[in-house]
């Protein structure tokens, strides 16, 4: 694999994981009579500065599925050598 797809899927490897520690957080606090607005402005804003249209990203990404297929390509390339 080149050095810059390499380094896009670490990149995108990354941003994956801080999707799923920001997903953990919201289900941590979520309930059904909380806003989602109010559920950023408390818990997530402080630790993940994002914005709402962000999370609303963030909740509507397969990020266990992509996190699988990127894994599948990384076992592939170690494979080869």
Not at 29 to 54: F, G, N, Q
Request: aromatic residues 10%; without cysteine.
């Amino acid at each position: 694999m080149p050095n810059r797809q390499s380094q896009k899927l670490g990149i995108q490897k990354n941003k994956l994981l801080r999707y799923k520690l920001v997903v953990d957080l919201y289900n941590k606090h979520y309930s059904e009579d909380i806003p989602i607005t109010v559920l950023l402005r408390k818990y997530i804003y402080p630790h993940y500065p994002i914005s709402r249209t962000t999370l609303y990203t963030i909740l509507n990404t397969p990020i266990d599925k992509e996190l699988k297929e990127i894994q599948a390509i990384e076992e592939s390339q170690l494979s080869m050598f």
